[in-house]
């Protein structure tokens, strides 16, 4: 994977497919943008359940799995990308087992903002697809996108226009956010309420999908908090918090996170 990142870096590209079909292969796209710093249950379970509640019928599902090597707030410690390279191609293969009907592509891209991010992919990815792509969001996540400061001086409704009128966004609850529990899952009507206006306009409400994940104990799971365990040595917890192959590769390396 050093290889690989090295020659996405000289050849300054903007987006590559490192594994998997090299562009959409089905009328779906859920697109999983992370740190992968490591991967864990919480995000096998945000594509889980959005692929449960929104994929269409008896069609596959293309999943893509993007690592940004610049990210809008994270310095990109400690795992180095072709770590992160490494545990994402583990995540796909799992997920290709856990998810029937489920392709998936592993990718890595240059852009920070969503709004960045959906324009290379519907140049370079979804080509003949005139499709909705469907991003997978924590609630932390979802918050930021629409946080103006990532726009300034431009506002919002200009900026993300294009983009909102064209995704959709499907976010899963977690802990530890500026709303609580219940207030995160009335966000999406909230919005159509006018609530968040002039920042949010209201119809982009019909865009943003809210779910209460599954399976409580995954709510406050976290990459920083894994990475804690790890370096604290509680490793039997982790069983419960990241697939099995990825258990596996952080245990044959842990001073990745150092
Ligand atoms: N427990 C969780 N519940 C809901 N969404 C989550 C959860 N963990 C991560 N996500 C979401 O998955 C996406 C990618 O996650 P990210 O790489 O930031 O993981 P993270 O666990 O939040 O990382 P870190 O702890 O390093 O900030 C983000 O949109 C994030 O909000
Ligand atoms: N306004 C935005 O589009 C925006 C804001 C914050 C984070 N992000 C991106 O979201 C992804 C996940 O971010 P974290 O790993 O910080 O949770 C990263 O690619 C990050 O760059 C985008």
Redesign the pocket.
Known sequence: MKKVFEQFRKNDLLFQIIKGPQHLESPKLFVL???FNPPHLAHFQLLSQAIKNFKLNNTQSHILLLL?V?????LPIPASFPHRLEMMCLFANYLEEKLPQSVVSVGLTVF????D?DKVLHEQFTQEYNTNIGYL??F??IA??F?EK??HPLKISDVMESFMSKCQLYCLARDHCHLDAESQLKYASDILAGKYEPVIPKEWGSRVHVMQNDYPSLRNVSSSEIRKKIKAGQVEKLRDELPSCIYGYVMKNKTIFD
């Open positions: 943008d992370s740190s940004a610049n990210n809008a707030d994270k920070s903002k969503f709004i991010k969001v924590g932390d996540t930021r996108i946080d990532y726009y």
